[in-house]
């Protein structure tokens, strides 16, 4: 067994995406960076704005996609499509239970966060880590600046 320091330097990525999570989630991005003057600082604001609200929406799913996906073959032109599917899945089944059970929407968001950073937890402990390898990232650019929606 190795020691908890190596364990934790060797791990180090995840530790910082499992903060960087929960600061997404905690802080109040969308409502604070508010900007009036040029219109277009305006729009590019509120792209940024939306931008990271997908991201941190569709996370959870590509991460389920990776943790289920054998043998670390992850193709990266289903990771987008398929990980927006499963948190759709996922929002939707706690949405559901949410609403049986009578929960307030900031339970279901907080579930929702809550979820991802499981999911970011379980990768760091059950994958290598030569998932985050750069290949992966360039071949995902590269396809989808080849191939644009």
Do not use: H
Not at 53 to 72: E, M, N, S, V
Not at 129 to 148: A, G, H, R, T
């Amino acid at each position: 067994m190795k020691p908890l320091l190596i364990s934790l330097t060797e791990k180090k990525i995840f530790i910082i995406a499992g903060l960087i999570w929960i600061l997404g989630w905690m802080i109040p991005w969308g409502k604070e960076l508010l900007f009036q003057g040029n219109i277009i600082l305006v729009f590019l604001l509120d792209m940024i704005k939306l931008g990271v609200a997908i991201a941190l929406f569709i996370i959870p799913g590509i991460l389920l996609y990776i943790l289920l996906t054998k043998d670390d073959v992850v193709d990266v032109k289903d990771i987008l499509p398929i990980g927006f599917t499963l948190s759709v899945l996922i929002i939707a089944v706690i949405g559901l239970v949410g609403r049986i059970l009578g929960l307030s929407f900031t339970v279901v968001k907080f579930s929702f966060a809550l979820i991802g950073l499981l999911e970011i937890f379980l990768l760091a402990c059950s994958k290598p880590s030569n998932i985050l390898d750069m290949e992966i990232v360039q071949s995902l650019f590269s396809s989808v600046i080849k191939n644009p929606p």
